[in-house]
């Protein structure tokens, strides 16, 4: 048995395209074309790709992009106020803060300020509440992009086991709630699991995300299962792996995410859906 390969860059693309016909028709319609401002804080040489690749993708669309790069010596009163003049600000409909922050930024309360309505990244304390609700509303763009790439593979997953390794709140806590909503029997492991890999020959479909270089081995996976790797890791020979050692799992696993072109993709996607749905949401259906 071979795993069958979730190519995330073509659902993206395909993904992209639709989002791109209907910036056209909306310009043909005279509607508000979605606006995404991005802030940037300090020199972090990964986030500058990854707000480059956002910018990019934003053109390919058709959205406004605004890139704010601005000094890790800027006061944390300083940010806020830009993030209070692009809430008032009606050409933007998406605010993103770049994550990792450095160190001597309070990282929730520079979320807090971000209008909810405008949090395309999903990590205000509302959306991240109104996902815990079952209500979901603009969600963490990670998340969401695995529940579109589990979705495309057509595998019903309600009911089985699944396994997040990885508690942070930027992947781990949200997707746990995305698990549960699509009805999975949901664990979350973290440093203080015991027994971790107990966990892992139980689990259905395991989703990884912790930094460590080819950390989940085929040997320890149930035969079939589902592996979804977000890890993004650069070896000393410049080579990019992901967390997961890609060939043991993929001879024993059902689907495999790879590393690149497995998830990165569609959380580029995914943060475009959120522009585009607070744009209509609050602006379209705005009485």
């Known amino acids: 048995m071979v795993a069958k390969i979730i190519n995330g860059l073509k659902i993206s693309k395909k993904i992209q395209k639709k989002i791109k016909n209907e910036i056209n028709i909306r310009k043909k319609n005279g509607l508000l074309i979605p606006g995404l401002a991005v802030i940037l804080i300090g020199k972090n040489n990964s986030s500058k790709i990854y707000v480059k690749n956002k910018k990019i993708a934003c053109k390919k669309v058709g959205f406004l992009s605004k890139i704010f790069k601005l000094s890790e010596n800027i006061s944390e009163n300083k940010v806020i106020n830009i993030l209070k003049k692009l809430n008032k600000n009606k050409l933007i409909h998406g605010i993103l803060v770049q994550l990792p922050l450095p160190k001597k930024f309070n990282t929730l309360k520079i979320l807090k300020n971000i209008s909810y309505k405008k949090d395309v990244d999903g990590f205000h304390p509302i959306n991240i509440g109104l996902l815990c609700q079952k209500n979901p509303n603009l969600r963490s763009c990670t998340p969401l992009g695995i529940i579109q790439l589990l979705k495309k593979i057509k595998i019903k ?81 410049g080579k990019i792996v992901g967390d997961v050692d890609f060939y043991s799992n993929y001879i024993k696993a059902s689907y495999i995410t790879p590393v690149p072109g497995g998830v990165g993709p569609m959380t580029v996607t995914s943060l475009l859906q959120n522009t585009l749905y607070a744009c209509k949401k609050y602006n379209d259906l705005k009485k």
């Open 157 to 237: 997953i309600k009911g089985i086991n699944a396994l997040i390794i990885g508690a942070s709140n930027i992947v781990g806590r949200p997707m746990m709630l995305e698990l549960l909503l699509a009805g999975c029997t949901t664990t979350i492991a973290h440093r203080f699991t015991k027994n971790l890999k107990k966990h892992i020959k139980n689990a259905d479909l395991i989703i990884i995300a912790i930094g460590k270089p080819n950390f989940l081995h085929g040997k320890w996976i149930k035969k079939g299962a589902i592996i979804i790797d977000v890890g993004i890791n650069r070896l000393k020979n």
